[in-house]
């Protein structure tokens, strides 16, 4: 058996380092193995849950063009 474990540097809004810990979930959901075999994926179906709920919160709004001089 193989384990591959991902480590890399990100910078959080608040200029920390976050290194190996992750990120704190802003919520918690149970993911059982049985649940997942049932072909169900209750964390994606949380994210989406949420994502959903916020659109019907706000106004969606036009995204501006970046100016032609502006490079990614």
Not at 20 to 46: C, K, N, R, Y
């Amino acid at each position: 058996m193989n384990v591959t474990v991902l480590a890399m540097r990100i910078w959080s809004d608040v200029g920390s380092v976050v290194k190996i810990e992750g990120v704190p979930s802003d919520m918690e959901v149970d993911q059982t193995v049985a649940t997942v075999f049932t072909g169900h994926d209750p964390q994606l179906e949380a994210a989406i849950r949420v994502v959903l709920e916020d659109l019907g919160k706000s106004e969606l709004q036009e995204p501006k063009r970046p100016s032609s001089g502006t490079h990614m």
